[in-house]
């Protein structure tokens, strides 16, 4: 299977059309269309770190949530800037850089499913529905038990082997919404549809905070990347399915692990 047929692939399980209006995700680097895959590397983010470990175990592609070419591209000199430098290094050395970004968020077996499956929610819905998006990106469900906001918090850094930042709505959960990365304008969508207790996140902006806070809601945020590092365990079956013979290796950025308490 070549590059260009790794990606089609994986276009027929996540289309192009059912990303964002705002997102530029896809088949970002590709020195050789026609090079054989035998080992994709899947990472959350395209770092310097990653870029690394992909020249060094000789991969064919970088395989990332989160795309490089996502705002204007002015050059590649790979002395100007972060993500200047790393696209270069790989064109150099062959290897192609594939994002799945908001289409893997909303998609089936997606971030936000398997974040709503960590969670064990059941009567699982549709979260988030735009006019101008109508393809959903969050879920929506219910808590096996009811729980107390300070419970449902720790039950959360748990299951995502992360910490949680808990904004305590002062009323029990049972009804969560779960959105990876940054909530955004759907913070306001889940405080107006009111039919959930909480809402489970990676960010969320202060002022933001307070309209939750507001509507006596429980907020969790488990930080963009202890949302969303649960991409490389969802997409891993994705890619043994498109061809049993690639090889995977994950990549887990260890420096977003850290948490100092003064």
């Given at each position: 299977m070549t590059v260009r047929s790794f990606y089609l692939a994986l276009c027929e399980r996540y289309p192009e059309e059912n990303r964002s209006s705002f997102d530029f995700d896809g088949l970002q680097l590709c020195p050789d269309e026609n090079r054989?895959?035998?080992?994709?590397?899947?990472?959350?983010?395209?770092?310097?770190?990653?870029?690394?470990?992909?020249?060094?175990?000789?991969?064919?592609?970088?395989?990332?949530?989160?795309?490089?070419?996502?705002?204007?591209?002015?050059?590649?000199?790979?002395?100007?800037?972060?993500?200047?430098?790393?696209a270069t290094r790989l064109i150099t050395h062959g290897i192609a850089h594939i994002s799945l970004h908001t289409r893997f968020d909303g998609g089936k077996g997606g971030i936000n499913d398997a974040l709503a499956k960590k969670l064990g929610l059941t009567c699982i819905k549709p979260f988030g529905i735009d006019a101008n998006d109508p393809?959903?990106?969050?879920?929506?469900?219910?808590?096996?038990?009811?729980?107390?906001?300070?419970?449902?918090?720790?039950?959360?850094?748990?299951?995502?082997?992360?910490?949680?930042?808990?904004?305590?709505?002062?009323?029990?959960?049972?009804?969560?919404?779960?959105?990876?990365?940054?909530?955004?304008?759907?913070?306001?969508?889940?405080?107006?549809?009111?039919?959930?207790?909480?809402?489970?996140?990676?960010e969320v902006a202060h002022h933001r905070k307070l309209l939750v806070a507001h509507a006596r809601k429980t907020l969790a945020e488990a930080g963009h990347y202890g949302s969303e590092k649960i991409f490389i365990e969802a997409i891993l079956p994705v890619i043994s399915d498109v061809d049993p013979a690639i090889a995977t290796a994950p990549f887990f950025d260890t420096a977003h692990e850290i948490c100092v308490l003064a």
């Open positions: 054989e895959v035998k080992t994709v590397l899947v990472a959350l983010d395209l770092t310097r770190e990653s870029v690394d470990m992909a020249i060094e175990t000789g991969c064919d592609v970088l395989l990332t949530h989160h795309p490089i070419l996502f705002s204007g591209v002015r050059t590649l000199d790979p002395s100007s800037n972060m993500d200047a430098e790393n393809f959903p990106l969050g879920r929506k469900g219910e808590l096996e038990h009811e729980m107390q906001p300070k419970d449902f918090a720790a039950f959360a850094a748990s299951v995502l082997g992360c910490h949680v930042l808990l904004t305590d709505g002062g009323n029990t959960v049972k009804r969560v919404a779960v959105l990876g990365g940054a909530a955004g304008e759907f913070t306001e969508r889940f405080v107006e549809e009111g039919d959930c207790d909480a809402l489970l996140t990676g």
